[in-house]
C-alpha cells in the first residue's frame, strides 16, 4: 500500500500560565527541557523520526524565543515537502488572534490547499513523550477511519482535567467530552478513564467540512471541545491506543507509555526527574529514536572535582569543587567550588557562585546565584525573593545577564 501524503499541524501557541514565571518571556512549548531541549522538540522528533516531513508549527503568545529556537534547531532542506515552518495568526479571516485550536487551523486552510495532503495530523506541542506516528497512521487507514483520535489511560482521580472518551471494543469513539465533571470510567476499569491526548488525524475533506461548519457557528472552536464531540454521531472516529505504539529502542525498565502534561511547575520538575536514575521512567539515550534539538557552539562539560551523582549535565558547563546530586545541569553553566545543588534543574548560562546553596528548584536561563545565597530552605525567604510553588519547588524567573 502507497503511504498517503501527510501534513502535520503543530499546536504551539499555549501560554502556559501555571508554568509562571517560566513562562513570563516565552511561550509554553519553548520552555528548556532535560538539559539541552525545548519542550516542543519532543512532537518534532516524533514526526520527523516517523518519516514526516511536512510540518507547519502554529505560534501565538509570546512566540519569539520558539521562533529563535526553530529558526535555529529546525532546519529540513532539499526538498519542497520537508519543511519545519513557523505562522503566526495572520488574521486572514478578521482582525482577531486564533480564538481557539480549531481556529488556528481553519485560518491555515490555504496552506492545506497548497500542499494537498491524503491525511492531516494536528498535534500539540507541549507534551513530553515518544511515539511512532507511523503506527496510529496505520491503525487510521487499517480501518478506514475518518478521525483517528490518540487515547491513553489516566485515573479516574486525573480525568476532569482531560478530553474522555468512550470506546467500542473495535476501537470506534462512542462517547468524546472535554473535561467533563463525571468522567466515565473504562469498562471493567472503574479507577481509570480513556483521555485523549490532543493528537488527532484526519481524512484532509473531513477536517476541511468540520473547520469550514464551526467557523460558522458560535463556539469554542476547538478540537477537543467542538470539532470531536460534532463529528462522533456523524463519523468514524476512532480511539488509537498510545499503549501500543512501540519506539525502537526503548529499554524494559522505561514507563511504559510515558506521556506527560508538563503544565505546572510541579508535573514539569518531576517529568525532568523522570529522566535522571540508572533506570529512568524515560531514557532519552535513545540513538534509534533521537529527540533532536539545537546544536551549542562550544566545549563539552567539565567536572574538574568535587561530587557529582546522578546528575545530566549539558555541553559547556563547568564543575569545580561543587557538590550536584540528582539534577539536571543546563549548557554553558558553571558551578563554582563549594556549592551545594539538590535535585534541581539549573538552566543554560547560570552561574553557582561559591557556597550558593540550591534544593529542589528550578533555575531559569542567565541566573547569577550570589556567593552563600540558599534556595530552597527557608519557604519564607524563598517565597519574599523568588516564586514558591504550592508544590514547594522555588523557581527563578530568567535572569537579564548574558556573558
Do not use: C
Amino acid at each position: 500500500m502507497t503511504r498517503p501524503r501527510v501534513l502535520a499541524f503543530i499546536l504551539a501557541g499555549g501560554r502556559g500560565e501555571r508554568l509562571h514565571p517560566l513562562t513570563r518571556d516565552r511561550s509554553k512549548p519553548a520552555v528548556p527541557f532535560g538539559g539541552k531541549y525545548r519542550i516542543v522538540d519532543f512532537v518534532l522528533s516524533n514526526f520527523v523520526n516517523s518519516e514526516i516531513y511536512g510540518l507547519y508549527v502554529l505560534v501565538q503568545y509570546k512566540a519569539q524565543s520558539l521562533i529563535e529556537h526553530l529558526r535555529n534547531a529546525w532546519r529540513l532542506g532539499g526538498l519542497s515537502d520537508h519543511f519545519v515552518i513557523t505562522v503566526p495568526p495572520k488574521m486572514r479571516r478578521g482582525e482577531t488572534w486564533y480564538q481557539g485550536t480549531a481556529d488556528a487551523v481553519y485560518q491555515n486552510l490555504n496552506l492545506l490547499r497548497d500542499f494537498r495532503p491524503d491525511i492531516v495530523a494536528v498535534f500539540g506541542a507541549d507534551h513530553i513523550y515518544r511515539m511512532d506516528i507511523g503506527q496510529m497512521l496505520t491503525f487510521h487507514l487499517d480501518r478506514e477511519a475518518d478521525v483517528t483520535v490518540a487515547a491513553l489511560p489516566v485515573s479516574i482521580e486525573h480525568a476532569p482535567a482531560f478530553g474522555i472518551i468512550e470506546r467500542a471494543p473495535d476501537g470506534r469513539v462512542t462517547g468524546f467530552e472535554e473535561k467533563p465533571v463525571r468522567p466515565v470510567p473504562i469498562p471493567g476499569d472503574p479507577a481509570r478513564a480513556l483521555s485523549s491526548m490532543g493528537n488527532y488525524l484526519f481524512n484532509r475533506e473531513v477536517l476541511v467540512e468540520a473547520l469550514m461548519e464551526d467557523a460558522q457557528r458560535s463556539t469554542d472552536h476547538d478540537f477537543g471541545r467542538t470539532i470531536i464531540p460534532t463529528l462522533v454521531p456523524r463519523l468514524g472516529v476512532y480511539a488509537y491506543s498510545f499503549l501500543d505504539n512501540r519506539v525502537p529502542g526503548v529499554h524494559t525498565y522505561e514507563e511504559a507509555g510515558y506521556w506527560r502534561d508538563v503544565g505546572t511547575i510541579a508535573a514539569y520538575w518531576q517529568a525532568n526527574m523522570d529522566l535522571l536514575g540508572a533506570a529512568p521512567r524515560l531514557n532519552l539515550d535513545n540513538p534509534q529514536w533521537p529527540i533532536l534539538t539545537s546544536a551549542f557552539p562550544g566545549p563539552s562539560a567539565r567536572v574538574i572535582e568535587g561530587q557529582v551523582d546522578d546528575v545530566l549535565i549539558g555541553e559547556g558547563s563547568r564543575i569545580e569543587g561543587a557538590v550536584v546530586r540528582h539534577s539536571i545541569i543546563g549548557r554553558g553553566v558553571r558551578v563554582e567550588s563549594g556549592a551545594t545543588i539538590d535535585e534541581s534543574l539549573v538552566m543554560d548560562h547560570t552561574i553557582v557562585r561559591a557556597g550558593a546553596r540550591i534544593r529542589r528548584a528550578v533555575v531559569d536561563r542567565y541566573n547569577i546565584i550570589e556567593h552563600g545565597i540558599q534556595i530552597g530552605y527557608d519557604p519564607d525567604e524563598d517565597a519574599r525573593r523568588y516564586t514558591l510553588d504550592p508544590s514547594g519547588i522555588v523557581v527563578l524567573a530568567r535572569g537579564t545577564t548574558r556573558f
